[in-house]
């Protein structure tokens, strides 16, 4: 079965760093680009960031939304197959709960599918 | 940047026919895909490309998309289909989410 499970969210401080890790079982995660997704208490869901899949044309690019830009970085330990989001500089607008998910294909251009079930990250002093 | 617009709720008596909508400027040149999120659970996704049922989602659940309008349609709905739904595309190396429709089934 191809499942996602998500761990490293907690409490951190304004201005604090944290570290999530999806782990992938199931499938080649080098075959596959991932993303990251967030969801604010009571709000929709954000894309946060891309990882395309080394299959891709364009493989192990990293794409990422502008309210995280310069401060989030997303990678993948293929040894591990795991996906990693570093997120510098929270603010507390970065709390949310953090989905991974996979997409159809290396590219990223598609649909996701499947999902964690999410890990919460919430920044406050 | 794109965007995709969702309206925020939508209600259904048991047992008629759901329709969200998704619109965006010529959506119907985009792929566009559902997903359904219950509270507290991840979600899951029950339309691609349009039309396409994953494995496992009823018939009853449906999609199509023309012009600026992307419409997910859910028939004969029951109660265990009322959750928030999110349209998805892609636009320009990034992802679009609508920012879901809540469905109250009466």
């Known amino acids: 079965e191809e499942q996602l499970l998500e761990s490293g969210g907690g409490l951190v401080q304004p201005g604090g760093s944290l570290t999530l890790s999806c782990a992938a079982s199931g499938f080649t995660f080098t075959s596959y680009a991932m993303i990251w997704v967030r969801q604010a208490p009571g709000k929709g869901l954000e894309w946060v960031s891309t990882?395309?899949?080394?299959?891709?044309?364009?493989?192990?690019?990293?794409y990422y939304a502008d309210s995280v830009k310069g401060r989030f970085t997303i990678s993948g330990d293929n040894s591990k197959n795991t996906l990693y989001l570093e997120m510098n500089s929270l603010r507390a607008e970065d709390t949310a709960v953090y989905y991974c998910?996979?997409?159809?294909?290396?590219?990223?251009?598609?649909?996701?599918?499947?999902w964690g079930q999410g890990t919460l990250v919430t920044v406050s002093s | 940047s794109y965007d995709v617009t969702q309206p925020l709720s939508v209600s259904v008596a048991l047992g008629q026919t759901a329709r969200i909508t998704c619109g965006g400027n010529?959506?119907?040149?985009?792929?566009v895909h559902w997903y359904q999120q219950k509270a507290g659970q991840a979600p899951v996704l029950v339309i691609y490309?349009?039309?396409n049922r994953p494995s496992g989602i009823p018939e009853r659940f449906s999609g199509s998309n023309s012009g600026n309008t992307a419409t997910l349609t859910i028939s004969r709905a029951q109660a265990g289909d009322e959750a928030d739904y999110y349209c998805q595309v892609w636009d320009s190396n990034t992802v679009v989410f609508g920012g879901g429709t809540k469905l109250t089934v009466l």
């Open positions: 010529n959506i119907g040149s985009k792929n």
């Open positions: 490309r349009d039309n």
């Open positions: 998910a996979r997409d159809y294909d290396s590219s990223g251009y598609n649909w996701f599918d499947p």
């Open positions: 990882l395309s899949g080394s299959l891709s044309g364009s493989g192990g690019s990293t």
